[in-house]
Each structure stands twice: as structure tokens, then as C-alpha cells.
């Protein structure tokens, strides 16, 4: 499903091949640095293909009018073997520093917390 969301001036839709490494290299600018010293997840090129090719339809971009990448979200889910619930986890968030504070992250969420509602989640860990 190709389905698109709209906030203010971004538009949050699916990830799609040629966003991966625009994706990697804003993910690289957000999330490395002495403050990331303990990150659950090291940020890598994996993070990004990985979740892709396992959960494309959650893999989302924020983009701008002008094609710029503002942002993006990438999620997946999974059951427990002995357990009746799915389980939604929002692996990674990352919004570009010229469009902090836009309420781009929130529509992102919004839109990782409504694809997941969708596909059954009951419980999303962040």
C-alpha cells in the first residue's frame, strides 16, 4: 500500500529505493556523535536496507515540496511465539534539523502508529 499522508508542508509516504542512502545519510547526521554513546542500535546501512526489505510498507519518509528528505520512521512488528498480541516497535525516528520543531516527527508517528493499528498491533514499544 502506497497510501500518503499530509502535514503542513510535508508529505509522509512509504520509503522507496532511491530514499535509502538519503535516508542513511541524514540517519548518520542525527544519530552519531559523542551524545549517541549508548543508543540501544548502532546506526548503520543495515538499519536502513534491513528495514526495508523485511517491512517496506513501514519504512516512511517525510518529504518537502522541494523533494528534500525531512524526515523519516522506521518500524516494524512481530508476535511472541507464546503470546496472543502483535507487537508494533518504532525502531527508528530521525527529523533533519531545518525542520525540527515543524511537527514533522509527531505526523510521522501518527502515520507509523496508524499503518501499525492496521496490521493488528495492540502495543507499540518506542
Not at 10 to 35: K, S
Not at 61 to 90: I, N, R
Not at 101 to 111: D, F, I, N
Request: proline letters at 3%; one cysteine or more.
Amino acid at each position: 500500500m502506497t497510501a500518503t499522508t499530509h502535514h503542513q508542508d510535508v508529505q509522509i509516504r512509504e520509503m522507496e529505493v532511491v530514499d535509502i542512502p538519503l535516508v542513511y545519510q541524514l540517519g548518520n547526521l542525527l544519530f552519531h556523535g559523542p551524545q549517541f554513546t549508548t543508543l540501544y542500535r548502532t546506526w548503520d546501512a543495515f538499519e536502513v536496507t534491513g528495514s526495508f526489505n523485511q517491512d517496506p510498507e513501514l519504512c516512511l519518509v517525510a518529504q518537502s515540496p522541494d523533494g528534500q528528505v525531512a524526515g523519516f520512521a522506521l518500524g516494524t512488528t512481530y508476535e511472541k511465539e507464546k503470546g496472543s498480541w502483535k507487537y508494533g516497535h518504532v525502531v527508528w525516528l530521525g527529523v533533519a534539523l531545518s525542520f525540527q520543531q515543524q511537527h514533522v516527527g509527531s505526523a510521522l508517528y501518527r502515520e507509523m502508529e496508524e499503518r501499525m493499528r492496521r496490521q493488528g498491533v495492540r502495543m507499540m514499544i518506542i
